[in-house]
Nanobody, 114 residues
Framework: VQLQASGGGLVQAGGSLRLSCTAS????????LAWYRQAPGKQRELVAA???????NYVDSVKGRFTISRDNAKNTVYLQMNSLKPEDTAVYYC?????????WGQGTQVTVSS
């Protein structure tokens, strides 16, 4: 199983970015996907998740600003991030769990300047 994340970068507060994560080695449509983030000196936190059926949930701090979606034909999960704030600065990781195993992408840096 491989997860390849991309789309991070440097953006000013109020700006937008879209992260992508493409999976290989799994039957993508069967599994839930998630985005986590880890800021310096902080624990990794769940940002958003999407089920195999398309149900979504978000951490309160991003509700109304971030949208998680999936394209099963492309084996890709997205995180559209709008109205970015400096506190969104972190390394963002995509994740999926299969049985007792957790799989992680390599992380993509998002930096929001004030």
């Amino acid at each position: 199983v491989q997860l390849q994340a991309s789309g991070g970068g440097l953006v000013q507060a109020g700006g937008s970015l879209r992260l992508s994560c493409t999976a290989s080695g799994i039957t993508f449509v069967w599994y839930a996907l998630a985005w986590y983030r880890q800021a310096p000196g902080k624990q990794r936190e769940l940002v958003a998740a999407i089920s195999s059926g398309g149900s979504t949930n978000y951490v309160d701090s991003v509700k109304g600003r971030f949208t998680i979606s999936r394209d099963n034909a492309k084996n890709t999960v997205y995180l559209q991030m709008n109205s970015l704030k400096p506190e969104d600065t972190a390394v963002y990781y995509c994740n999926t769990g299969i049985g007792t195993a957790d799989y992680w992408g390599q992380g993509t840096q998002v930096t929001v300047s004030s």
